[in-house]
T-cell receptor
Framework: DAGITQSPRYKITETGRQVTLMCHQT?????MFWYRQDLGHGLRLIYY???????DKGEVPDGYVVSRSKTENFPLTLESATRSQTSVYFC???????????FGPGTRLTVT | QQQVKQSPQSLIVQKGGISIINCAYE??????FPWYQQFPGKGPALLIA?????SEKKEGRFTISFNKSAKQFSLHIMDSQPGDSATYFC????????????FGSGTQLTVLP
């Protein structure tokens, strides 16, 4: 009963590098979300997906790319990392029946 | 544009006291209002949620009060315990199929023993 997992849990990368954060859920939830958490801002939505092959922008999508070829996976890619993307990233999922979102443990990303 | 405003930023309460956190929203399309609890190093977890057709919802020591006309909602934690020390986020979601949550900025609650 893994639920929702994220990898890696911690990542340090350099400015300009591409980095991919992984998210995997075992519930077959239709909806998946990526948020970033920064002090004073709460959680802000980056991208979300209503189903495989359906994605849409959230509040802060610039500099990020997502894909969803399989229902259970929703990777987030920073194409060219910047220091402003240093943050804690949370993936979440939600089923069709209810509106509760279940969050993963987070990935702490540092861009140097 | 911050669509959900949360206050206070931090709150210190004595054990057994009442903790009150307030949120205000602007978007009248919001129709689902959850509260999330987050412990250090963990992801947020749903605590309690309310829809605008009721003015209050209670689950154990946690109560949401909702004022639709004022576009405000609040979380009350009765008999606060040191184990309640965490960061609390209010959020709101619009009707429709998108389901995205807009979060408040969070309240760090400390309950003193």
């Amino acid at each position: 009963d893994a639920g929702i997992t994220q990898s890696p849990r911690y990542k340090i990368t350099e400015t300009g590098r591409q980095v991919t954060l992984m998210c995997h859920q075992t519930w077959s939830h239709s909806y998946m979300f990526w948020y970033r958490q920064d002090l004073g801002h709460g959680l802000r939505l980056i991208y979300y997906s209503a189903a495989a092959d359906i994605t849409d922008k959230g509040e802060v999508p610039d500099g990020y790319v997502v894909s969803r070829s399989k229902t259970e996976n929703f990777p987030l890619t920073l194409e060219s990392a910047t220091r402003s993307q240093t943050s804690v990233y949370f993936c979440a999922s939600s089923g069709l029946a209810g509106r509760e979102q279940y969050f993963g443990p987070g990935t702490r990303l540092t861009v140097t | 544009q911050q669509q959900v405003k949360q206050s206070p930023q931090s709150l210190i309460v004595q054990k057994g006291g009442i903790s009150i956190i307030n949120c205000a929203y602007e978007n009248t399309a919001f129709d689902y209002f959850p509260w999330y609890q987050q412990f250090p190093g963990k992801g947020p977890a749903l605590l309690i949620a309310i829809r605008p057709d009721v003015s209050e919802k209670k689950e154990g020591r946690f109560t949401i009060s909702f004022n639709k006309s004022a576009k405000q909602f609040s979380l009350h934690i009765m008999d606060s315990q040191p184990g309640d020390s965490a960061t609390y986020f209010c959020a709101a979601s619009p009707s429709g199929s998108a389901r995205q949550l807009t979060f408040g900025s969070g309240t760090q609650l400390t309950v003193l023993p």
